[in-house]
RNA sequence: AGCCCCGUGGUGUAGAGGUAGCAUCAGAGACUCUGGAUCUCUUGGCGCCGGUUCAAAUCCGGCCGGGGCUACCA
C-alpha cells in the first residue's frame, strides 16, 4: 500500500517508487550519468548529476559515471580528467563504476552483426547526401534506398570490411531496416555505424568503424543493467528507437526517462555558445568565474553544497523553464552565511585618521570569525591611529537613510569604538581624508551611557593592512535571455561590467592564512575566495555574490527620484 | 504540414475529484556591533471554451499557446 503521507516527489521519483511497487527491476535502481567528453561541465549537467547519483544514494541504489565517447572527432581525454574532477569536487562518488562506452565497441559490433543477420540491417552505398534526400521531410514520407534488400550475406561480407578498412570514410553505412515512412524521422532507417578513420583516445586505432549514439546509449545501459536511464528532452523522439533495438536484440531492457534541461537567466547554458565565448577571448577560459561551468562557479567561489541544494530545490519536470540567477545566489548565500569565516577588508579605501589616538599606540580587538558557527572561534584584529574605510561609507552630504559617517556624526568601528567625525579633508574637491576621533569610554564597540549609533563600519589598520586585488564580478549579459533577442548577437550582450579589477584593496593580516579558493565573507561587502593565481607577493581574490544590500536598493531609488 | 512532449502567482515547483500549498522575487515592519543573518506580515496563480459530476487545477472533448524532431553529432 501507498503511505498516506507520501512526501512530494517529481514525476521520475514517483516512476521509481512504481517500478519498485511492482518489482519490474526487482527493486534494484541503477542509474548513470553519460556525459560526452568533449567539453567542460556545467552548471546544467550539475542538475543531471546531482539526480542520477542523488536518486541512487536515496534508493540504496548506484550511478555509474560513463563516458560517451562513440565519436573519437571530438572527444579528448582533457575533458574526461576535467569532467572527473568537477564531479568529484560535487561530492559524488561512483567507485569502481568508471565506464567508457568505447569499452563495448566489441559487444556493440556483434549485436550489429546480429542484427543484420536477422535482417533488420543492411550496408548502405548511398552518400550521405543521397541518404537525407531519401529520408524525406516531416510532413513527407522518405524512399527506401536502392541497397535495402541486398541479400544479409553481403552486408554481412561488407560491413566486415568495413570494420577491416577496405573503405573510406562515408564509402558506406550501416543502417537499421525499419520504416521509411514512419512519421518518427528517427525511425526511418536510422544509420547506426559510419566509417571513420580516425584514433579514439581510448581505443587508438583499433576501430575505423564507430557506432552512433542511439544503437550505442541503448546497448551501454542495457549492458551495465542500469534501470532507469535520464536524460534531457530532446531524446524524448528517440525513445521508440531505443527501445526497438533493445527489443530486437532480446536484451536486457532499462527505460529511458527524459527530464527538462535547466536553463538560468543571465547566462549561457550549451557548449557551443560557451565555447564561443571562450575562444574569441569574451571570457578568461573554461573556468573563468562569469561562467556557469563547474570548474569557472568553483574559481568563483560557489561550494560544491550550495550547488547541489541548488539542484534538488529547482525540481524536475517536462516543461520548459529558465530559473531565476537570484534563486542560485540564494542558495549560494544560504550556505556561505553558515560556513564562511568572516574577515574586513576595504574595496575602495578612505584614510582615517583618529586624532585623539596616539601615533604608536597599537591594540588588538577580538573578533568573532562567523556568527553562525560558535565553533569557529574568535582572532584578533590590529587597530592603530591612521585606517581605512570604504569610501561609500562616508557621505559629506548624506541623504535620507544614509546611516553611515558624516560630518560631525558618531558610528561604530566594528569591535572597536565609537567615531566621530570632525573633518573631511578635501584635494581638488574631493575627499582624500577624514579626521575623526574616538570615545575612550566605548573601548569595544558598547557605549557605558548607553547611547546607540545607526551604524556599524568594517576598517582595516593602516600599517597593518595587506595588498589585494580584488574581482568584482556581475552577471555575465545586460539581459535576462541572451539568446532570446530576435535582434541581436548574443555576444553583443554581453554585460560590459561583468568583471571589475579593483587593485589597491586593504585587508586585514588574518587573510594571509587563507590558501588557494578558500572561501570566506568580508563583512558587510559579501563572499569572496582566494584566486588560484595568488602568489606570495599578489594576494587576488574573487567576489563570489555580494551580501543582499537594502541600502544599495534605496540608493538606486533615490537617484531616480 | 506530420509525429512527440508540455501549459498552476513574476520565477521554480506541489496537488492525482472535496479549503490551491511551498520556495524565491517584490513590498511593509520587528530585531541587530555586518543596512548581513533571523522573525512577522502583504501583494500575486490553475491558458481558453464546452462536457461529466453534488463537487473539476485534477476526468473527457475541442481550441489556443510554448517546445522538440528532417547529422554518417550526442
Not at 407 to 416: K, N, Q, S
Request: aromatic residues 10%.
Amino acid at each position: 500500500m501507498v503511505s498516506l503521507e507520501t512526501p512530494s516527489k517529481d514525476f521520475i521519483r514517483q516512476i521509481i517508487d512504481e517500478d519498485n511497487r511492482t518489482g519490474k527491476y526487482d527493486g534494484r535502481v541503477h542509474t548513470r550519468f553519460p556525459p560526452e567528453p568533449n567539453g567542460f561541465l556545467h552548471i546544467g549537467h550539475a542538475k543531471s548529476i546531482c539526480l542520477n547519483f542523488g536518486i541512487a544514494e536515496e534508493y540504496g541504489g548506484k550511478c555509474n559515471l560513463r563516458f560517451d565517447d562513440t565519436n573519437p572527432l571530438k572527444e579528448e581525454d582533457v575533458y574526461v580528467k576535467s569532467m572527473i574532477e568537477d564531479i568529484k569536487w560535487l561530492g559524488f562518488a561512483w567507485e569502481d563504476r568508471l565506464y567508457f562506452g568505447s569499452d563495448y565497441f566489441d559487444q556493440m559490433y556483434d549485436y550489429a552483426v546480429q542484427l543484420t543477420k536477422d535482417g533488420k540491417a543492411y550496408v548502405d552505398e548511398m552518400s550521405a547526401e543521397e541518404i537525407r534526400e531519401y529520408r524525406g521531410s516531416v510532413t513527407r514520407p522518405g524512399k527506401e534506398s536502392r541497397y535495402r534488400d541486398r541479400p544479409v550475406e553481403e552486408s554481412l561480407d561488407l560491413f566486415e570490411r568495413m570494420r577491416a578498412g577496405e573503405f573510406a570514410d562515408g564509402q558506406m553505412v550501416l543502417r537499421a531496416k525499419i520504416d521509411m515512412s514512419h512519421p518518427n524521422m528517427n525511425m526511418r532507417d536510422p544509420v547506426i555505424y559510419r566509417i571513420l578513420h580516425a584514433s579514439h583516445h581510448n581505443t587508438g586505432d583499433k576501430w575505423c568503424v564507430y557506432p552512433m549514439y542511439d544503437w550505442a546509449h541503448g546497448l551501454e545501459d542495457s549492458i551495465e543493467r542500469i534501470t532507469h536511464s535520464i536524460c534531457t528532452l530532446e531524446f524524448e523522439d528517440h525513445r521508440p528507437l531505443y527501445d526497438w533495438f533493445l527489443e530486437q536484440l532480446g536484451v536486457y531492457r532499462p527505460i529511458q526517462i527524459e527530464f527538462a534541461r535547466l536553463n538560468l537567466t543571465y547566462t549561457v547554458m550549451s557548449k557551443r555558445k560557451l565555447l564561443e565565448l571562450v575562444e574569441d577571448g569574451h571570457v578568461n577560459g573554461w573556468d573563468d568565474p562569469r561562467l556557469p561551468t563547474i570548474s569557472g562557479m568553483r574559481r568563483r567561489g560557489y561550494s560544491p553544497s550550495a550547488i547541489r541544494t541548488f539542484c534538488s530545490r529547482i525540481g524536475v519536470a517536462k516543461v520548459h523553464s529558465i530559473v531565476d540567477f537570484e534563486f542560485l545566489e540564494h542558495c549560494l548565500r544560504d550556505n556561505l552565511n553558515k560556513t564562511s569565516p568572516r574577515f574586513m577588508g576595504v574595496l575602495n579605501p578612505l584614510r582615517v585618521v583618529l586624532e585623539n589616538y596616539p601615533e604608536d599606540k597599537v591594540e588588538e580587538f577580538e573578533a568573532i570569525n562567523n556568527p553562525e558557527d560558535e565553533s569557529a572561534g574568535t582572532r584578533n584584529v590590529p587597530f592603530s591611529r591612521v585606517l581605512y574605510i570604504e569610501r561609500d561609507d562616508f557621505m559629506e552630504d548624506p541623504p535620507k537613510k544614509f546611516y553611515r559617517l558624516a560630518p560631525g556624526r558618531e558610528v561604530r568601528f566594528r569591535y572597536a569604538y565609537l567615531v566621530t567625525c570632525k573633518e573631511a579633508v578635501k584635494e581638488n574637491g574631493e575627499v582624500v581624508e577624514l579626521r575623526c576621533t574616538i570615545d575612550p569610554e566605548t573601548r569595544g564597540g558598547n557605549a557605558p551611557d548607553g547611547r546607540k549609533v545607526k551604524s556599524t563600519l568594517h576598517w582595516v589598520s593602516e600599517p597593518h593592512a595587506l595588498d589585494a586585488k580584488v574581482h568584482l564580478y556581475d552577471r555575465l549579459f545586460t539581459v535576462p535571455d541572451p539568446l532570446g533577442q530576435k535582434e541581436a548577437d548574443f555576444k553583443d550582450l554581453i554585460n560590459p561590467d561583468s568583471l571589475k579589477v579593483l587593485t589597491s584593496c586593504k585587508v586585514e593580516p588574518a587573510v594571509r592564512n587563507l590558501k588557494a579558493l578558500d572561501r570566506f565573507q568580508f563583512e558587510r561587502l559579501g563572499y569572496f575566495c582566494v584566486d588560484p593565481d595568488t602568489t606570495e607577493e599578489d594576494l587576488v581574490l574573487n567576489r563570489t555574490v555580494e551580501l543582499r544590500d537594502p541600502w544599495a536598493k534605496i540608493r538606486k531609488q533615490q537617484r531616480k527620484e
